[in-house]
């Protein structure tokens, strides 16, 4: 870090910052990237990150979805300094709500969702929009009895201003005020209500959130207002756009839950530099961040305003870069899972040979399998998969290179130099071409058309497994056709 940069860190009041997920499946790549702002905010200013779940919306709460948030962050190292369910806090948003009605600031009805339903195509068919204060009479109005019948607000319609950190001022006018419901008929508080009482409550600083809260911004801050509180900073995130950039990221497009990366092989440092940069940078070129360089380079100030594209090609890249950036060993830790099955049967050290071969190969973990199948198995291999090479002039040709081959690498000390001093020995002595006598070389000891350096597979195989291949190569050239 900078001398001026850790000027500007030391000079950072330590902020109070909450991610809110509502326990209904899977994170998706746009909910982690909300945690991760909040969180690397807050170690940069060793402040703290809270966890809270909005579970008051108990239709929508999927069995498990708590464990599975708590999960999800914890695999990516996005650790929590306080944790709050939301539904035990039920209670103090009762106080609160009482507060508002003894002010005459809430009220009750007895109004039938049928009635609001009627209401809501009257106004859409005089062509404007709903709004529940202008069907709201007086002689609806009935005591609100908690647990029986929902509260709302009495809003007070006016225009609003208000600065996001991001979006900079912003403004709404009187239409955008309604009447919203504060307590449900159930006794739990609606997200509306419940988060402005929890982060003041929790003396959160700043709220991260996406842009599709701006809209109702308007309608909070009438709520701020009844309540005679000061809202926190607001700090709108880019939305995450699909590929092409015309409409946001959705599953149609390829989106997934988080832990899917990781299933798949991507590293959590990856991953965290990936989402980072959809939708932030810091001013300069650079694009492969560590987490410890993420966390001393974010700003709010490097927050976009315009969508980020998901590319998953650019996903590929960084992670590429944070697989070479391991060191074997702890490459080899990482792996555990992504090997073929018969690899199982070989030793450690043999299977860190081979991942040194591939480490610069590898964009995702789940690769592995792929490029590594024929250090552990006898290539699957016919006579026309063998010789089908281009440029290649006959069988015949294919036959004699492999049995000069063979002869050549037999009398080998198999050290990766040696190797490759025969190989392109054999190259002028049989006057052809890589393209050809390393391919069918290659065809014979792994079956494969991408593989490693050849002289370094074929050092890691060893003599006698490279001497079994090609002789069970050449034994096609004697089958019958």
């Not at 208000?162 to 001022?169: N, P, S």
């Not at 932030?280 to 410890?292: M, R, Y």
């Not at 992504?338 to 590898?362: G, I, M």
């Not at 490279?466 to 002789?471: C, H, N, P, S």
Request: hydrophobic share 40%; aromatic share 10%.
């Amino acid at each position: 870090m900078s001398e001026k940069k850790q000027k500007e860190v030391e000079a950072l009041e330590p902020v109070r910052v909450r991610f809110c997920p509502s326990p209904t499946g899977d994170l998706h790549i746009g909910g982690v990237r909300t945690a991760l702002y909040g969180w690397l905010l807050a170690q940069q200013t060793e402040g703290q990150f809270i966890l809270r779940i909005e579970d008051t919306d108990k239709a929508r709460e999927v069995e498990g979805g708590v464990d599975l948030i708590k999960k999800t962050l914890k695999a990516f190292g996005l650790e929590w300094d306080e944790f709050y369910l939301q539904s035990k806090l039920k209670l103090k948003h009762k106080k609160w709500a009482e507060k508002l009605y003894k002010k005459g600031l809430a009220y009750a009805d007895n109004v039938a969702p049928e009635e609001v339903d009627a209401w809501r195509e009257d106004a859409r068919k005089n062509k404007k929009p709903f709004l529940y204060r202008n069907y709201i009479t007086e002689d609806r109005i009935v005591p609100w009895v908690y647990g029986q019948n929902p509260l709302r607000l009495k809003s007070t319609p006016k225009e609003y201003k208000w600065h996001d950190e991001v979006r900079g001022d912003l403004s709404a006018g009187p239409e955008a005020i309604d009447d919203l419901i504060l307590v449900k008929a159930d006794g739990f508080p609606t997200y509306n209500f419940a988060h402005i009482i929890d982060d003041f409550e929790m003396e959160i600083t700043h709220i991260l959130r996406g842009d599709e809260f701006i809209s109702s911004t308007p309608r909070y801050l009438n709520i701020y207002e009844a309540l005679e509180i000061e809202p926190p900073k607001f700090v709108t995130l880019t939305p995450i756009m699909a590929p092409g950039g015309k409409k946001k990221l959705g599953k149609r497009d390829g989106a997934k839950g988080a832990l899917e990366y990781l299933d798949e092989g991507v590293l959590v440092p990856g991953f965290l530099n990936f989402l980072a940069l959809l939708g932030w940078n810091d001013g300069t070129e650079q694009e492969i961040f560590t987490v410890e360089e993420l966390i001393s380079k974010f700003s709010i100030a490097g927050i976009g305003k315009s969508g980020a594209n998901f590319d998953q090609k650019r996903l590929e890249w960084i992670n590429g870069h944070h697989i070479r950036l391991l060191k074997l060993s702890k490459l080899y830790k990482a792996c555990d899972k992504f090997w073929p099955s018969k690899a199982a049967h070989t030793d450690r050290e043999y299977r860190k040979e081979v991942l040194s071969l591939v480490q610069e190969r590898l964009k995702y973990l789940s690769e592995l399998e792929e490029l590594t199948f024929f250090f552990f198995e006898e290539p699957d291999l016919s006579l026309q998969k063998l010789t089908d090479i281009k440029k290649l002039e006959s069988v015949e040709q294919a036959q004699l290179f492999l049995k000069k081959s063979l002869d050549s690498l037999a009398d080998s000390f198999f050290s990766k130099e040696d190797i490759q001093e025969r190989l392109n020995s054999l190259l002028d002595e049989l006057e052809t071409t890589p393209a050809v006598l390393f391919a069918l070389i290659r065809n014979a000891v792994t079956g494969a058309k991408n593989t490693p350096g050849l002289a370094e597979t074929i050092q890691v195989l060893g003599k006698k497994v490279v001497v079994e291949r090609f002789e069970a190569a050449l034994l096609l050239f004697n089958k019958p056709a």
